[in-house]
Every structure is written in structure tokens, then in C-alpha cells.
Nanobody
Framework: QVQVVESGGGLVQAGGSLRLSCAVS????????INWFRQAPGKQREFVAG???????HTDNTVKGRFTISRERGENTGYLEMKSLKREDTAVYYC?????????????WGPGTQVTVAS
């Protein structure tokens, strides 16, 4: 079983920065992709950014140039660096990971971390 926990959310003024972390733990798994999604009140969950096991990244146009995704391989940890935050970035941010566990593939979500941007 794999556990995913996000941290680093909070309240920040518009124009400020936050760094979200995604810690992945468990036994006998190989971490493949790490993705960040977000869900604002009354809206559907949307993709923010992703990073593959090879280090390739993809960032949604709505946050490109402001958000940076990265991962620390040895620690099975992912990060989302968020700068120049706007009110519309307010949402619950979720980490989603893709794994391989032997011959199986896994898809896990964390419980989310709240990011609130005040003007």
C-alpha cells in the first residue's frame, strides 16, 4: 500500500509564494509520475502540473511561468513551487502519484492541502 500526504498549504497574500510538498511512502513500489491537481469551490478538479520518472514536466497554461514542479528522487517526494499567487489560485491542492508495484500499477491520491490567496 502507498500513502500520499501533501503539506505546505496555507493563507498567503496575492503576489506571494508557497511551496507544497508531496510525500510518498509505503513498501515495494516504484514511483513513476507525480501530478498536482487543484479544486476550487464549486468547480471541477483540474490538472496543474506533472513530472515523470525521467524528469520531464508538463505545466498547465494557467500557471505556466508561475508554478514549478520538481521531485527529489531519493526521498520519493514531489514539490510544487508557486509564485506570484493570484486569488484564482485559491483551491484545495491534491497530489496524485502513479506507481508500479511488481507487475501492478497504482494510482494514489493524497487528502489535499488548502491554499487560500487573499487580495
Amino acid at each position: 500500500q502507498v500513502q500520499v500526504v501533501e503539506s505546505g498549504g496555507g493563507l498567503v497574500q496575492a503576489g506571494g509564494s508557497l511551496r507544497l510538498s508531496c510525500a510518498v511512502s509505503g513498501s515495494t513500489f516504484s514511483l513513476k509520475a507525480i501530478n498536482w491537481f487543484r479544486q476550487a469551490p464549486g468547480k471541477q478538479r483540474e490538472f496543474v502540473a506533472g513530472i515523470s520518472s525521467e524528469g520531464g514536466t508538463h505545466t498547465d497554461n494557467t500557471v505556466k511561468g508561475r508554478f514549478t514542479i520538481s521531485r527529489e528522487r531519493g526521498e520519493n517526494t514531489g514539490y510544487l513551487e508557486m509564485k506570484s499567487l493570484k486569488r484564482e489560485d485559491t483551491a484545495v491542492y491534491y497530489c496524485n502519484v502513479k506507481t508500479t508495484e511488481g507487475t501492478s500499477r497504482g494510482d494514489y491520491w493524497g487528502p489535499g492541502t488548502q491554499v487560500t490567496v487573499a487580495s
